[in-house]
């Protein structure tokens, strides 16, 4: 199993895309591997049959682990990862790189020539005594995650074939005597994706310091500007600028006028980053992307509008490179297109701060000669991290913001 990203342990094969006895050739994917952040391809290092798969589809293994074997005939002399899969000489091993970014798959057509002969300390889900059961990846992975035996499981889809609905009921039914669940509840396996959230956040709230500072800002000439920009990219065919779009811009702006903030804590000082590696959530159905936009100090608010509007699409679809979501030095957050007014967003350990970002609001508001009229409010609310950032600091941070979206003709600079 390669390490496809920095905080990778471990990963699910999707599905395989060569079947035991098929020909492989060097560079060419062979399977398809679900990692915490994203499904990528695997391709193989060498030239020669695929003679063993020893994690099935739907199953889990640590990087490092040995996944199939590849018997490369008189080609064993050649490459230093020849033998580090088993005993064999012309045995090497698959998946010590990674290749583009692929999709996830349900099926492979390949899987019915893949046998069910396992590695040593391979994960038994799956197989049983008299054959391999028919199952979806899907409900593989969650058999797995679950401690089910699949022989046990009665399937529900096409001869019997075992799916994920069917691993949820049994688990439920299963589930311990001393705290029975209610009528209709189920467990849901954790996703690596969602292991991954749940470890780092824990992390940020336990070892890291956090304060809060919020303001409300009027949100008028942003919108102003706004609607007079997407006015003229229409007629020009342009696209459109989102009001994300400005506050990434602000946020990158103003970080390189208070550059304390663009930093890290480590134990042997506060690392301040040379650039504006920015990045921001996108939600996705199993938990939070975060693409980067790097060097984002130095990016136009058009070109941030068509990058970021691209990360979002490839990261709903799974198309991203693991360079493109790791080693942000800033993150904003926004919640406002979910109608959220204000939130505390949790920091993204190594980084110092987070920027949660609400939905503008109307509401009446007091203007400069005491009257009241109906204006337009977006609260913004800045995460610190006190090791790193003190209160003055933070407040100055949060004050060129709102001047840059109070003004956002600045922002056009």
Not at 309 to 319: F, V
Not at 378 to 395: E, Q
Request: proline share 5%.
């Amino acid at each position: 199993m390669p390490k496809l990203s920095d905080t990778m342990e471990d990963g699910v094969v999707v599905r395989w895309l060569k079947s035991i006895g098929e020909t492989v050739a060097k560079g060419e994917v062979v399977a398809e591997i679900e990692t915490d952040k994203a499904t990528m391809e695997m391709e193989s290092l060498e030239d020669g049959v695929l003679s063993e798969i020893y994690v099935e589809e739907g199953q889990r293994a640590s990087v490092g682990q040995p996944m199939a074997a590849i018997d490369a005939g008189d080609q064993s002399g050649e490459g230093a990862s020849i033998g580090r899969l088993s005993q064999s000489a012309t045995a090497s091993p698959v998946g010590e790189r990674s290749g583009l970014q692929g999709g996830p798959a349900e099926g492979s057509a390949a899987a019915a020539a893949i046998t069910s002969s396992q590695a040593p300390g391979q994960a038994a889900g799956g197989a049983a005594p008299s054959g391999r059961v028919k199952a979806s990846p899907r409900a593989r992975k969650a058999a797995e995650e679950m401690n089910l035996d699949l022989a046990g499981v009665e399937g529900s889809g096409p001869s019997g074939r075992v799916l994920y609905r069917d691993v949820l009921a049994a688990g439920s039914a299963g589930a311990s005597s001393d705290h029975p669940p209610a009528a209709g509840s189920h467990r849901v396996p954790l996703s690596s994706m969602r292991q991954l959230i749940a470890e780092r956040m824990v992390e940020s709230k336990t070892r890291i310091p956090h304060f809060y500072l919020q303001v409300e800002i009027d949100a008028e000439p942003l919108l102003e500007l706004q609607g007079q920009v997407n006015s003229d990219l229409e007629e020009w065919g342009g696209g459109r600028l989102s009001l994300n779009d400005m506050v990434l811009k602000a946020a990158a702006a103003a970080l390189t006028r208070v550059p304390q903030l663009n930093a890290s804590f480590t134990p042997e000082g506060i690392l301040r980053h040379g650039q504006v590696d920015l990045e921001f959530a996108v939600s996705l159905e199993e938990g939070l992307l975060t693409p980067v936009i790097r060097s984002a100090e130095s990016k136009s608010l058009r070109q941030i509008s068509r990058e970021a509007g691209d990360l979002i699409e490839r990261a709903r679809s799974q198309r991203l490179n693991p360079d493109e979501y790791r080693g942000g030095t800033f993150t904003v957050s926004n919640l406002g297109a979910r109608g959220i007014d204000s939130f505390q967003a949790i920091i993204d350990p190594p980084q110092a701060a987070i920027l949660g970002v609400g939905a503008i609001v109307k509401k009446p508001v007091v203007d400069k000669d005491d009257r009241i009229r109906p204006g337009h409010r977006l609260n913004l609310t800045l995460s610190c991290d006190h090791r790193v950032v003190d209160g003055a600091v933070a407040a100055e941070f949060l004050g060129r913001i709102r001047r840059l979206l109070q003004q956002p003709a600045l922002l056009l600079l």
